[in-house]
């Protein structure tokens, strides 16, 4: 399995300001890729991060709230953006390994006040 | 479109009983693949099993086994010998092909709880 180290694992922030979620993974990943789980909800996912291109966006997410960068294999930063409340989720990054493996890391509990 | 369905909202179950949790599925990509992760208090997402769409047996992995009905499009995830520490909220999700490789579709999940 991958050893996937996502930080912070939990912050609380102030509305306005912004947050960056990091995420290392323990070998070369050509993929990675980042969710969001709002309170009670399933995951949704934000972006497909690759190495050396601009990251792709779901449908209702955008670069300027949800930037992306993968300056290599094996990290990869999202950046949560002039937060509100609504921003309130976990927030998860992963990767896959092979066809039949997809791993998460712990996951960034990020409550916005 | 890909669409994963849970209709489970949350059971209970008493320890080492063994519990089923429905997961249906739609799509048209020929190849997919179906995963099931447990998600507890945490927050961590566990990676639990996996099923392709080309598979032949049903997937099992120790005390976790996946019912695969391709005709019916469901891929039941089976608890055997329930513990309190599988008490959780359990995700079936998906992959596509081409463009979404890569990318998973999860379900609305189900709460478990494993009572004494």
């Known amino acids: 399995s991958a050893v996937i180290s996502q930080k912070p694992s939990r912050d609380i922030c102030q509305r306005g300001t912004s947050l960056t979620i990091q995420c290392q993974v323990d070998?070369?990943?050509?993929?990675m890729f980042w969710y969001r789980q709002q309170p009670g909800q399933s995951l949704t996912l934000i972006a497909t991060a690759n190495q050396g291109s601009e990251a792709t966006y779901e449908s209702g997410f955008v670069i300027d709230k949800f930037p992306i960068s993968r300056p290599n294999l094996t990290f990869s930063t999202l950046t949560v953006s002039n937060m509100s409340p609504e921003d309130s989720s976990i927030y998860l990054c992963s990767v896959r390994r092979m066809n039949t493996e997809a791993f998460f890391g712990q996951g960034t509990r990020l409550t916005v006040v | 479109a890909q669409k994963i369905t849970q209709t489970q909202p949350g059971m209970f179950v008493q320890e080492k009983e063994a519990v089923t949790l429905d997961c249906t599925y739609d799509t048209s990509d020929p190849s997919y693949g179906l995963f099931w992760y447990k998600q507890p208090s945490s927050g961590e997402m566990i990676f639990l099993i996996y099923?392709?769409?080309?598979?032949?047996q049903n997937a099992t992995e120790g005390r976790y086994s996946l019912n695969f009905q391709k005709a019916r499009k469901s891929a039941n995830l089976v608890i055997s010998a329930s513990q309190l520490g599988d008490s959780a909220m359990y995700f079936c999700a998906m992959r596509g092909m081409g463009d979404s490789w890569g990318k998973l579709q999860f379900g609305a999940g189900t709460q478990v709880v494993v009572t004494p």
């Open positions: 070998s070369q990943v050509t993929m």
């Open positions: 099923q392709g769409s080309y598979d032949q």
